[in-house]
């Protein structure tokens, strides 16, 4: 085994937290991880595996202090009564045994819970519609009673994460979502009484709630406060240069350990395509330096370099991270053993966030194994040993193909890839050079160097298979990882067959990666509503093109609202120039203009000209081979699929197809066939 690299030893050293000892500096802080309540064991089962990869602290999701605090249909933890300190309990127990320590985020989300499972009305400083405009429903103004009643539920919950046995309890005062944070800001608190008004007044509850939790920890468990150190809401004076330095220089030597991040949550869980590794540090370095007691802060930290350097410079004591110890959970341990280049980075894309929005378990485009750890028994680094040395030829290197063929070689099988290509990484390795997409090519980086050190591994570059050439192979397996390739016709999301004037004449996406000449207007009709059709747009137009991004859909880029990205691409384009044309249908392309009408109402709208037209739409599977391989009887019982090929998705789902084949072909399925389940308790009445 290698030996770390002393640099890295500072990162490895204890750190007092109040009453009791991190063993290093690796703090997994507070996530959502799509796993509701009745799903404990999915939940104990992704979080046991970050401590047995080395993170010193692993902490729990938000949880729902009461039933007044019911964010409804997002999937966090209830903490509402007893009944709930078993399955913490045994959460506890789990982590423990890798020794870490472990911590709950108590939370009341004020005027962001919605309470629409509960029925009692929502909770905030004041009377006013809720954080979610979407939603017709308005706060009640807390009355003295309230506030006594939030603060003694609060200090129950405490006692129940006690006897629990977490070694930390928190207040929550993050993310925007916190009924402690809504009486800070002036936006949200309108009162005229002590706890409104003046800063003092606004700070009184977290101050109050701050000292009532220390009361009931007495000394047992420490106690955090995760806060913002800056509000990037337009308008709010809780910013690092304001009032939110003033909260944490006001209760500096409170609590045993500062928690702190940027609000709100796209800012805090910024993408890759937007923020940098560190981006938070500008906002939230100062907090060291009004406060003696330990901090912790994240900025999608995965290098060991950067992360011993905020130790040394003084910015941060603990290393927190959601999302690379979500892509890595073993990232502690790798460090540890001078395994640098093992690290699966996060890249950066938010598809962990989305799963939250979806109400799903947790899904990572790097990790495939995340939420299976318990439901299919897959571990993110041991691969059980195939029962026979099988070989397999595995056709396309792109996400899907490179992931299963790691999995296969990790396994014992040999595995060879061939793709078609000079470069191996299919998509990725094209969709990586766009603007803001370059860290998406580490999902090749990282598969590539672990497959080229392995010697039961073969690479093949610039090698097209075709079916006749299959059997030379004498695979036990083909794999046919092909991918697809984007549709010129038209055909998209809400369009599902081609438009006049189209075929033939637009580019797709894959002429734009392929380099093909461009001059001129270009009209790029997105009917995809993720990231292509924009990151296109901005592609081309910082290039110096006038670019018209037309979409049918109400908004552009909807389903990066999951992403938490949609702000920032909208501030993107207009920054860029973009002209945006939304709730816009297409009819026809006549050769240079786009004639369009209003998607709601079939209007007419004037022509969009351009010199290009780029169709963003419907991809096609490249399916041939693996029919014709099918056809073969000879043949057809050892081939299949995966990925693009199949059916045309996320990266994540191309990564999760190829991972969850090798398990298949190395016999390593769950006796259920699919995955276990959470039981509900029936009851008879
Ligand atoms: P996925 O997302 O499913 O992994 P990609 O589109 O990223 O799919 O990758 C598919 C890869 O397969 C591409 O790099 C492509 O060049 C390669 N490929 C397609 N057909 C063949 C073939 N017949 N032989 C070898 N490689 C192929
Ligand atoms: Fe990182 Fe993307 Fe995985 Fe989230 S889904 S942890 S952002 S790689």
Redesign the pocket.
Known sequence: MSHRDPRYDILFEEVQIGPITAPNRFFSVPHATGHNPLMPNGSIGMREMKAEGGWGVVCMQLAEIDPTSDISNLPMEKFWDDTDIKSHALLVERIKRHGALTAIELAHTGIRARNMDTGTPVLGPSSMRILKPQNPIQSKAMDKQDIKAFRESHKRAVHRAKQAGYDMVYVYAAHDAALVWHFLNPMYNHRTDEYGGSFENRLRLLREVLEDTMEVAAGDVAVAVRIPAHDFKSGSPLTYDNEARAVIESLAELPDLWDVNVAGWPRD?G??RFDNEGHQEKYTSYVKQVTTKPVVGVG?YASADAMASLVKKGVFDLIGA??????DPFLPKKIKEGRIDDIR???????????DAYSVP??????PT?SQEWRRGWHPENIPAAPKKESTLIIGSGPAGLECALTLAKAGHQATVAEREPEFGGRVLKESALRGLAAWG??KDYRLYQLRQMGNVSLYAESEIAAADVAGFGADNVVVATGSIWRDDGAGATTFKAIEGFAGNALTPDDVMAGAEISGPVVIYDDDHYYMGNVLAGHLAAKGHEVHLVCPLPSIAEWMGYTLESPRVLDDMVELGVHMHPNTTVSRWNGSALEVARADTGQELPQIAGAHLIAVGARLPQDDLLSKLREDPALADCVSGIGDCLAPGII?AAVFSGHAEARRLIGDVPESGIYKRETPVLFDR
Do not use: D, F, H, K
Request: with cysteine; aromatic share 0%; net charge positive.
């Open positions: 869980s993408t890759s999608r959601s999302r690379p110890s979500i892509a980075e996060c890249i950066g894309c938010n598809v962990c966030v989305a799963s947790l899904m990572c485009t790097q990790n995340i580490r999902v994540q």
